[in-house]
């Protein structure tokens, strides 16, 4: 099973600032199947990225991501006050599917 | 518009069994993959497991396999996630979702609401 290790815990920031998320895995990520979710308390977590770097349909382009094999990140150019959040990673190139456990960003 | 719609709050004892739905609607049901995801209160996500509406082609987490058995009605569009015997472990929201893509390596596009599940004597 791979393991997807997410940093850090929680990043503490202010709107118009600049966040980066990383995702480590255990082992290669087969493929760049990596995706990252957005989930806001209360809701279902959305799609944001597939495939390591494409953004999912209508997700605002100051949201960008990329990697390979073991490292990825998302980057969120500059914070609005709605992605405030926690994000996920997960891998979906080897079963079973996993998500790391998460990046509280935070005001 | 596609939509998965579940079902709402669950209270049940421990050893009682539950099967929790999930309906779509605004595609062809049969052809796409749904997953199950549990996320226990203030935790993250976990990938339970996933069927194929057209031919129940099922896989299984091995951290969940045993412990819950995912079904589908392609008749009725709706998947299910089910068990036998609660314990109050399995308190938890659990949501499905779709996968983008008509083959396994795809990522989750739409989810549900998520149904929450509450088990306590």
């Known amino acids: 099973e791979i393991v997807l290790t997410q940093s850090p815990g929680t990043l503490s920031l202010s709107p118009g600032e600049r966040a980066t998320l990383s995702c480590r895995a255990s082992?290669?990520?087969?493929?760049?199947?990596l995706a990252w979710y957005q989930q806001k308390p209360g809701q279902a977590p959305r799609l944001l990225i597939y495939g390591a770097s494409s953004r999912a349909t209508g997700i605002p382009d100051r949201f960008s991501a990329s990697g390979s094999g073991t490292d990825f990140t998302l980057t969120i150019s500059r914070l609005e006050p709605e992605d405030f959040a926690v994000y996920y990673c997960?891998?979906?190139?080897?079963?079973?599917?996993?998500f790391g456990q998460g990046t509280k960003v935070e005001i | 518009e596609v939509q998965l719609v579940q079902s709402g709050a669950e209270v049940k004892k421990p050893g009682e069994s539950l099967k929790i739905p999930c309906k779509g609607s605004?595609?062809?049901?049969?052809?796409?993959?749904i997953g199950w995801v549990r996320q226990m209160p203030g935790k993250g996500l976990e990938w339970m497991g996933i069927?194929?509406?057209?031919?129940?082609?099922?896989k299984y987490s091995p951290s969940f396999q045993g412990q819950v058995t995912i079904s589908a009605d392609k008749s009725i569009s709706t998947a299910y996630l089910q068990w036998s015997s609660l314990k109050a472990s399995d308190s938890a929201m659990y949501y499905c979702?779709?996968?983008?893509?008509?083959?396994?390596?795809?990522?989750?596009?739409?989810w549900g609401q998520g149904s929450l599940v509450t088990v306590s004597s």
């Open positions: 979702a779709r996968l983008q893509g008509r083959w396994l390596r795809s990522p989750f596009d739409y």
């Open positions: 082992q290669s990520v087969s493929s760049n199947y």
């Open positions: 605004g595609y062809s049901f049969s052809s796409y993959w």
């Open positions: 997960q891998q979906y190139g080897s079963s079973p599917w996993t």
């Open positions: 069927i194929y509406p057209g031919d129940s082609d099922t």
